[in-house]
């Protein structure tokens, strides 16, 4: 939704026998959700789009009007495969020289980076869609050198006080 700078999490993709594509809800209620972005991000995603818009007309394929044709699509403008963000990912890895990322850890560092900002893990819980508090502190909420050295030095000041 540019309009409102939201993402909205409504489906699931994943990939079934024979390399079967299946689109379903997600797992829970909690997961269906609107997810706000800040402008320069949403800037980003509608550059996306067009330029994605462009190439397949550049291709011959069809083109949607813009309320129709999603971000990351296929030529056909169905949900991508789910191995085509991570085939990309690899590509961008391997031209950059950084260490090789799945798809999903992305969600693992963005939860990481929200904590490390200063979100709640409240918050997190809800931008990430899960269920429960639990499942947001025992999967992401990952510590990184920095928090883990500043959660030391906060003990120490505890203690020599």
């Known amino acids: ?23 379903q809800k997600p797992k829970s209620a909690k997961s269906e959700r609107a997810i ?8 980003i995603l509608k550059r996306w789009k067009l330029r994605q818009k462009e190439e397949l007309f550049a291709l011959g394929h069809p083109v949607q009007a813009d309320d129709k044709q999603l971000v990351f699509s296929s030529v056909n403008n169905l949900l991508c495969h789910g191995n085509l963000p991570g085939n990309h990912l690899d590509r961008i890895s391997d031209a950059i020289g950084i260490k090789r990322i799945k ?5 693992h560092t963005h939860a990481t980076l929200l904590l490390e900002a200063g979100a709640s893990v409240k918050e997190a819980q809800e931008r990430l869609g899960h269920a429960n508090y639990g499942t947001t502190m025992d999967i992401y909420a990952h510590l990184t050198k920095e928090r883990k ?3 030391v030095s906060k003990f120490a000041r505890y203690l020599s006080s």
């Open 1 to 23: 939704d540019f309009n409102n700078d939201l993402i909205d999490v409504n489906k699931t993709v994943s990939i079934g026998l024979n390399n079967k594509r299946i689109v």
């Open 36 to 43: 706000p972005m800040d402008q320069k991000t949403m800037l």
């Open 103 to 107: 798809v999903h850890g992305l969600r």
């Open 149 to 151: 050295a500043e959660t």
